[in-house]
């Protein structure tokens, strides 16, 4: 399993906490303007693994906004499990 294209979380997360930062990130562009974001997964330590395949989920995702225009960023850091 690869994660160029799309990282595995486990659904509680996927559905909970995740969903509400990117539906709030969404707002954020709208309000805002143009941003750069920067999304992903810490690859490190021992990873969870889920579904019949046992597809390794990692512990960590982070979510970074920067504002093209006046250089400020937000930054988030979940832990997934």
């Not at 690869?2 to 954020?28: A, C, H």
């Not at 805002?32 to 990873?47: A, D, Q, R, S």
């Amino acid at each position: 399993f690869y994660f160029s294209n799309m990282s595995p979380q486990v659904d509680n997360f996927n559905r909970g906490i995740w969903k509400k930062l990117e539906e709030k990130t969404r707002d954020y562009v709208v309000q805002k303007g143009e941003l750069y974001i920067v999304t992903g997964p810490i690859l490190k330590g021992k990873f969870k693994e889920i579904g019949k395949n046992k597809v390794d989920v990692p512990e960590y995702y982070y979510k970074i906004l920067l504002h093209k225009e006046t250089t400020t960023a937000l930054a988030f850091l979940f832990s997934s499990i």
